[in-house]
């Protein structure tokens, strides 16, 4: 099984940056993608970003331009480097790892953006 530690989370106001990462433990050969998705309050958890195996890359039209995706295989890590923040960006952002058999959640790191 798969474990996810997540952290970066913050208070940052609008125009600024924050950087999240994604830490996997366990059976982490198995996993097939990973990904961030978002929730806000009242809200559908969203998609934000996800990274395949193979390195193929999507993301949110709300945030294309302004998100990075990427791995680092060596560590088991994936990160999310956010840019050019806005208020509309806060929300709770979980990682997400996919294998062949199961979805794993992480715990979820809080984003809050200031006006």
């Known amino acids: 099984q798969v474990q996810l530690a997540e952290s970066g989370g913050g208070l940052v106001q609008a125009g600024g940056s924050l950087r999240l990462s994604c830490v996997a433990s366990?059976?982490?050969?198995?996993?097939?993608?990973m990904g961030w998705y978002r929730q806000a309050p009242g809200k559908q958890r969203e998609l934000v970003a996800i990274?395949?195996?193979?390195?193929?890359?999507n993301y949110a039209e709300s945030v294309k331009g302004r998100f990075t995706i990427s791995r680092d295989s060596a560590k088991n890590t994936v990160c999310l480097q956010m840019n050019s923040l806005k208020p509309e960006d806060t929300a709770v952002y979980y990682c997400?790892?996919?294998?062949?058999?199961?979805?794993?959640w992480g715990q979820g790191t809080q984003v809050t953006v200031s006006s």
């Open positions: 997400k790892a996919l294998d062949p058999y199961t979805v794993t």
């Open positions: 366990g059976s982490t050969f198995s996993i097939r993608a």
């Open positions: 990274i395949t195996s193979g390195g193929i890359t």
